[in-house]
């Protein structure tokens, strides 16, 4: 087993990630606590659950703010998913979750493309939850290989219009996310 600890930091506002990720033979799992200033200021706490190819098998949101508490589940059931334990039709055939507050998520297409070098771009649909929020609506993103370490992120769905670059190490974790996140070392 390998564990890792991984900071971001948001670049557009106030706000800062810790992430902790371990990768065994059989499972992969993060646990990560957000705090930003977005929408009046919140903290939020998501956990993961990945099969060994980093296909999300379920995450856990739990965000508070000055206003409200609230939790959501999200899991996959066949080529679907569940929420909240109910199945989602709208979110049929939906191949990824996207966390709108992390760029942990862009992790699991990129990676997929990392693995067939030939492939130079992939369109797929995603169950887009919103963090502060906590709410579930499919999407559509597709990513364009720039280099070996550069993807071009396009918003086809319900951010239609919004692009930016990424940068990434070794395993596909971003390490640059334009207009958004950065990562960063402790001291």
């Given at each position: 087993?390998?564990t890792s600890i991984l900071f971001w930091r948001?670049?557009?506002?106030?706000?800062?990630?810790?992430?902790?990720?371990?990768?065994?033979?059989?499972?992969?799992?993060?646990?990560?606590?957000?705090?930003?200033?977005?929408?009046?200021?919140?903290?939020?706490?998501?956990?993961?659950?990945?099969?060994?190819?980093?296909?999300?098998?379920?995450?856990?949101?739990?965000?508070?703010?000055?206003?409200?508490?609230?939790?959501?589940?999200?899991?996959?059931?066949?080529?679907?998913?569940?929420?909240?334990?109910?199945?989602?039709?709208?979110?049929?055939?939906?191949?990824?979750?996207?966390?709108?507050?992390?760029?942990?998520?862009?992790?699991?297409?990129?990676?997929?493309?990392?693995?067939?070098?030939?492939?130079?771009?992939?369109?797929?649909?995603?169950?887009?939850?919103?963090?502060?929020?906590?709410?579930v609506a499919r999407s559509r993103q597709r990513?364009?290989?720039?280099?070996?370490?550069?993807?071009?992120?396009?918003?086809?769905?319900?951010?239609?219009?919004?692009?930016?670059?990424?940068?990434?190490?070794?395993?596909?974790?971003?390490?640059?996310?334009?207009?958004?996140f950065e990562r960063i070392m402790p001291p």
């Open positions: 087993m390998s948001r670049t557009d506002l106030e706000g800062l990630e810790r992430l902790e990720l371990s990768v065994e033979a059989d499972v992969v799992t993060a646990t990560s606590t957000v705090i930003c200033l977005e929408s009046g200021g919140f903290r939020l706490e998501h956990r993961w659950r990945l099969d060994p190819r980093w296909s999300a098998q379920s995450v856990t949101v739990e965000c508070w703010s000055a206003q409200d508490h609230g939790m959501l589940h999200l899991e996959r059931a066949g080529t679907g998913w569940r929420v909240d334990g109910l199945p989602r039709a709208d979110l049929e055939g939906a191949e990824e979750p996207d966390l709108s507050v992390t760029p942990f998520c862009n992790t699991f297409p990129i990676r997929k493309m990392l693995m067939e070098d030939a492939r130079t771009s992939l369109a797929l649909d995603t169950a887009f939850i919103d963090g502060p929020a906590l709410t990513y364009d290989r720039q280099g070996p370490d550069r993807f071009r992120y396009v918003d086809l769905g319900l951010s239609l219009g919004f692009e930016a670059d990424l940068v990434v190490d070794d395993r596909g974790l971003v390490q640059h996310y334009e207009h958004l």
